[in-house]
């Protein structure tokens, strides 16, 4: 074979690897920019949340969920670890007297923090799961005598279980939905015959709503670098 069969082989090897290298760096560097995109500092939210009472308890037993709202506010800490700020307000109508006593309906309002983690991101969907970790909630109850309204306020610890599921219509812009199950710790004191009844109010939360993301690093993003 001729020197020039070889030195046109060399060149075209090498043409080959100079592509190659150029193609393979530009794929990472756009899945950097895709993941850099991806990560974000958090998320302000409001949602639209229908309540559904369930359990064995007097909030199960007693109550109906009518509607309410909830604000959230979304850090994430490190890579996919957040922490979640909640407050809100839902409103329930008695649909047993015998069970909760003289008034006609309650209205909850709450606060709580979670702690939670996102196994799910990418450029259309983001899946998350949170616990409470602490949180106050309060039932103003409601009772009408003809033409005076009265109250009686019940206090409770939140436990709260939740799973959200965000559809991305851009970078920043989400609608979601969001599941939450609440177990709240009430402090009734009750006859000891019927404590146990008292001692929970359980329901589940089905929510819609929107979020606007911000920032483009976690708080803590280089802790383990």
Not at 34 to 43: A, E, N, P, R, S
Not at 81 to 95: A, R
Request: charged share 20%; net charge neutral; with cysteine.
């Amino acid at each position: 074979m001729s020197l020039t069969f070889h030195i046109k082989n060399s060149c075209l090897i090498f043409t080959l690897l100079f592509f190659t290298s150029v193609f393979s760096q530009s794929e990472n560097e756009s899945n950097q920019e895709i993941k850099h995109d991806l990560k974000k500092l958090g998320f302000g939210s409001i949602e639209y949340v229908q309540p559904i009472t369930t359990g064995d308890n007097f909030f199960g037993l007693g109550m109906k969920g009518k509607s309410g709202f909830n604000v959230k506010a979304q850090f994430f800490l490190y890579e996919h670890f957040f922490i979640q700020g909640n407050w809100g307000v839902s409103y329930f109508s008695v649909k047993d007297k015998s069970v909760v006593g003289n008034y006609d309906k309650t209205t909850l309002s709450y606060q709580y923090i979670s702690l939670g983690y996102e196994f799910l991101s990418s450029s259309k969907i983001r899946m998350g799961l949170s616990l409470s970790v602490f949180g106050e909630s309060r039932f103003k109850n409601h009772s009408f005598t003809n033409t005076r309204e009265a109250f009686q306020f019940d206090d409770g610890n939140v436990r709260s279980y939740e799973v959200y599921f965000d559809y991305m219509i851009n970078s920043e812009f989400a609608i979601y939905v969001n599941y939450g199950y609440r177990n709240d710790k009430m402090k009734i004191q009750v006859p000891s015959e019927i404590q146990s009844l008292f001692n929970n109010a359980s329901f589940h939360n089905i929510s819609i709503g929107v979020k606007l993301y911000f920032g483009q690093s976690n708080v803590f993003p280089d802790i383990l670098n």
